[in-house]
């Protein structure tokens, strides 16, 4: 703990290995999904009322990410994963300790913590969408459409490989010991990360103590209150991350052991739509499969249809655009 304190001199600290750096930044990726399956669940109670929440997803984890981040920002100095890992913020200088985080970088790094992952995946989604549709024959109408979608498509791609290049070029330099930044975005700031003090825990003969000496404030159920919620969250996360490390290493194995079940018997409906779109009864063109009921769509037509109905149109079961699956098909 002595070496891991010695950023408090004021003049240097010690820096946290690689690996944790990579850790803490894939533990914080498991929040997302876990947010959003936690919502899809609360709204499969009443799909009827609450299935439009789902088309804002996305903004809904960044309402919840904001209030996350911010919490841990203001007591840590720190993001929820960096907390996690035990590591803090710091502003540097010259690979020296300057000072605490101001208000300014907080509210920057607050910014760009749930800014950044936001408008990357929104872009990721539109370029993915504008590529589909092109491949289902979509003509723009104008020049500028047809120049918008261009800058969308190949900006993304090209905007995005730039931007992993810069990080592998930042990792190199932590590793050799040439930089105290661990990503573009931290060099952005002049932040660092570095070990954090030990936390104080009201430890249980505390508390009892305090409830016998009627010592027990607001502020003292407001704090433990405060810690049951962020423990029970880190701890949810670590699990989710630990389910996904798990199912990744025994996922291959798990089905190899599996016996192999016969084929399905195929129902007359589904043999006429054979090679065809149920819904345009044209050649499939972008093969989409909706899971909910097995059939095949051409992409445009089954999107069309699942935003205006929320069901498949040939067995009229529930389905969402997020549960369609592109075909990659030969």
């Not at 498949?312 to 997020?322: I, L, R």
């Amino acid at each position: 703990m002595a070496e891991k304190g010695a950023y408090l001199t004021g003049t240097a600290f010690i820096r946290p290995s690689i690996f944790e750096i990579i850790a803490q930044e894939s533990f914080g990726s498991t929040t997302e999904p876990a947010f959003k399956k936690l919502l899809s669940f609360i709204v499969s109670f009443n799909p009827g009322r609450y299935k439009d929440i789902l088309k804002w997803a996305d903004e809904c984890y960044l309402l919840f990410d904001i209030i996350l981040q911010r919490y841990y920002l203001k007591k840590y100095s720190a993001s929820f994963s960096e907390a996690f890992y035990g590591l803090k913020r710091i502003a540097t200088e010259n690979s020296k300790l300057k000072r605490e985080l101001s208000k300014k970088q907080k509210g920057l790094s607050l910014v760009l913590i749930v800014l950044f992952p936001y408008l990357r995946s929104k872009f990721s989604q539109l370029s993915q969408r504008y590529k589909l549709e092109e491949l289902d024959g979509y003509i723009p109408q104008t020049k500028w459409e047809k120049l918008y979608r261009a800058f969308i498509v190949k900006g993304y791609s090209i905007t995005f490989m730039i931007y992993e290049f810069m990080v592998l070029y930042n990792y190199i330099l932590y590793i050799s010991g040439k930089s105290p930044f661990t990503s573009p975005l931290l060099r952005l700031l002049s932040i660092s990360l570095t070990y954090a003090e030990p936390k104080l825990v009201m430890s249980v003969s505390d508390l009892l103590r305090k409830i016998k000496n009627n010592s027990f404030g607001i502020s003292d159920g407001i704090d433990i209150f405060q810690r049951v919620v962020t423990t029970s969250l880190e701890f949810g996360a670590f699990f989710l991350q630990f389910l996904s490390w798990w199912n990744q290493e025994h996922y291959l194995t798990n089905l190899m052991s599996l016996p192999i079940p016969p084929p399905p018997v195929i129902p007359e409906t589904a043999k006429k739509y054979k090679g065809i779109c149920p819904i345009c009864c044209k050649t499939l063109r972008v093969h989409t499969v909706l899971p909910v009921s097995g059939y095949a769509f051409c992409y445009q037509c089954i999107l069309s249809v699942i935003r205006k109905s929320g069901k498949c149109p040939v067995t009229n079961y529930p389905a969402k655009e997020d549960d369609l699956i592109r075909l990659y098909l030969d």
